[in-house]
């Protein structure tokens, strides 16, 4: 009994290889994979999913209108469903830093459905006289307008999986913090310097409230992606397509993932600007921002246990030092940090890559495919874990903010309109320098009465928020 063959011949334009008789991908991945050795890294599972979603698409339409025949049609859409319901995953081995435009990952796609639809037919992997990764998968298509295509289709689900159930989760659980801490007065600080009394219910608040108009922003710049310029094909020219395809195919493509796309106005533009892509990143990248200034926070509001803030709690999630017994760290709050700033610079790569396209392409755009997708949702996982592991659980040290509040030289803003600027700096002073309390040094100077400095420095006054 002999062994079945561990490799099948292919042919491309250049020649022969042989390929691993088990591979769904063939002989132009193969190349790929000897060409760029590069990273490691292999195209992102959201990426894999918007590709091999416009490969379905394209099926459908060129089934519809009589381009490709309806049993070859039927078998690139049924292995378009076993690759998006998480089978044959391991066959996209293209490393990121590959071809310009992206034209390695496109063919890998194109290989593994030709190579499963031959077999779902019946046939051997490889014969692609019956089905063709060119002229059958991609029918219709060029990697012109397939890749920008799979960036914004996998820049929608990215957002639609990952970040914006991340963002809400967020936002509700500040809320929540806020509505139970509404009662706690702590000292603000401007400078890291002694500020006038708040609540610290309305620090949770302003937060959610920033995470908030984050999110509108990005739902905002989000909508740049559902113009597609899928069916202009080389170089925009719509070549080799059917006049009603791009037109029917964007329609499936608006169904597969329930989305309002529709057809870009010029075909051309939509290849060549990566403006879209640079728009949602920027918005990315001020969420970044923001966010890490907000974990920042976090951790210096929780600084100590004896010889820093500590005015709230995060809750403790492992041990925080090799070496130092009962220590715990802001781990969540540090990680979001870490996240945010590799977020910044993956926009700062986007930006570059995005200005440097020449004429009818952007050959750049596997570098930007991967860094907006991963950047997208590595922040959303990041939002997700720090609601669950950090937000959540937060507690107040109710005493310990008391105490600071009441001890602020700032609680001698108040007194301005009463006493005068300079007359409460002169209380400000004297107090700093004695150790007296503020109440003592205007009373001994009888500056107020003590009922006037009752109701002048009363802190849940001053504390309260203007209403609407």
């Not at 008789?21 to 790929?32: N, S």
């Not at 590799?342 to 930007?368: S, T």
């Not at 659980?393 to 903010?401: E, G």
Request: with cysteine; aromatic share 6%.
């Amino acid at each position: 009994m002999t062994n079945p063959p561990t490799y099948r011949i292919e042919k491309d334009s250049m020649g022969e290889r042989q390929i691993p008789a088990d591979a769904y991908y063939g002989i132009q991945t193969l190349r790929a994979t000897e060409n760029f050795p590069i990273s490691g890294l292999k195209p992102l599972s959201t990426y894999v999913d918007a590709c091999v979603l416009i490969k379905k698409a394209a099926a459908i339409a060129n089934t519809e209108l009589a381009c490709i025949r309806p049993d070859i049609g039927q078998a690139i859409v049924w292995a378009a469903d076993e690759v998006l319901a998480g089978q044959w995953r391991d066959q996209f081995v293209v490393d990121v830093y590959q071809a310009g435009a992206g034209t390695s990952h496109h063919m890998n796609v194109n290989e593994v459905l030709a190579n499963r639809a031959l077999e779902i037919l019946g046939e051997e992997k490889g014969n692609y006289s019956r089905i063709n990764p060119n002229d059958h998968v991609n029918y219709g298509q060029s990697t012109n307008d397939v890749i920008p295509t799979a960036i914004r289709i996998g820049g929608l689900l990215a957002l639609e999986r990952t970040l914006y159930p991340a963002l809400s989760e967020a936002i509700a659980a500040l809320d929540n913090k806020a509505t139970e801490f509404q009662d706690v007065i702590r000292s603000g600080r401007t400078h890291l310097q002694d500020a006038v009394p708040v609540r610290l219910g309305e620090n949770f608040r302003a937060w959610a409230q920033i995470l908030t108009d984050h999110l509108i922003r990005i739902e905002a710049a989000a909508q740049d992606l559902m113009i597609l310029g899928i069916g202009g094909s080389a170089a925009g020219t719509g070549l080799n397509t059917h006049p009603r395809y791009r037109f029917r195919v964007t329609e499936v493509l608006a169904e597969l993932i329930d989305q309002p796309l529709k057809p870009a106005p010029h075909l051309m533009a939509a290849m060549q600007s990566m403006a879209p892509f640079v728009n949602v990143s920027g918005a990315m990248r001020n969420l970044a921002q923001d966010l890490a200034k907000i974990s920042h926070d976090l951790r210096l509001l929780d600084s100590g246990p004896k010889t820093g803030f500590k005015e709230i709690q995060l809750p403790p999630v492992q041990p925080g030092s090799s070496i130092m017994p009962g220590k715990y760290n802001p781990v969540m709050a540090e990680m979001t940090s870490m996240v945010c700033f590799q977020v910044m610079g993956y926009d700062a790569a986007i930006a570059l890559a995005a200005q440097a396209g020449q004429l009818e392409l952007n050959v750049m755009m596997p570098l930007i495919a991967y860094d907006l997708i991963q950047s997208i949702e590595i922040l959303g996982r990041t939002i997700a874990a720090l609601t669950d592991r950090c937000l959540k659980n937060i507690t107040a040290n109710r005493d310990r903010c008391l105490d600071y509040a009441e001890g602020s030289l700032s609680l001698v803003t108040a007194l301005n309109t009463h006493i005068g600027y300079l007359n409460a700096a002169a209380v400000a002073k004297a107090s700093l320098e004695t150790g007296k309390s503020l109440r003592q040094i205007v009373l001994e100077q009888g500056l107020l009465s003590e009922a006037e400095l009752a109701e002048i420095l009363n802190l849940e006054k001053m504390s309260q928020m203007p209403e609407d």
